[in-house]
Nanobody, 120 residues
Framework: VQLQASGGGLVQAGGSLRLSCAASGSIFSFNGVGWYRQAPGKERELVARYDNGGTTNYADSVKGRFTISRDNGKNTMYLQMNSLKPEDTADYYC???????????????WGQGTLVTVSS
């Protein structure tokens, strides 16, 4: 049972990528929370997330360019990234709440990073 992030790669500035975050294995319930990124030498920062009411929030640096979405029924969350810039280069991590059974509490899971490299 794991959370897998995918879809990263090398893209030219102005290009697009779509990241996916999927939970595999036996899962009772899934609730996608958000995407974060960490550039070399920098701290991990929020990119986009859902608040408790389901409203989306974005870092100022990605507003209007990135879109977060999720399909909790399919245990999957996405990050559509358009108009990419070199400063978007980073490892991108997804975070989700997962229940392994109806009797167990929500667990906060993190996917492994997927590297996005934007060339100028």
């Amino acid at each position: 049972v794991q959370l897998q992030a995918s879809g990263g790669g090398l893209v030219q500035a102005g290009g697009s990528l779509r990241l996916s975050c999927a939970a595999s294995g036996s899962i009772f319930s899934f609730n996608g929370v958000g995407w974060y990124r960490q550039a070399p030498g920098k701290e991990r920062e929020l990119v986009a997330r859902y608040d408790n009411g389901g409203t989306t929030n974005y870092a100022d640096s990605v507003k209007g360019r990135f879109t977060i979405s999720r399909d909790n029924g399919k245990n999957t969350m996405y990050l559509q990234m358009n108009s990419l810039k070199p400063e978007d280069t980073a490892d991108y991590y997804c975070n989700a709440l997962v229940k392994l059974s109806s009797r167990e509490p929500w667990l906060s899971w993190w996917g492994q990073g997927t590297l996005v490299t934007v060339s100028s």
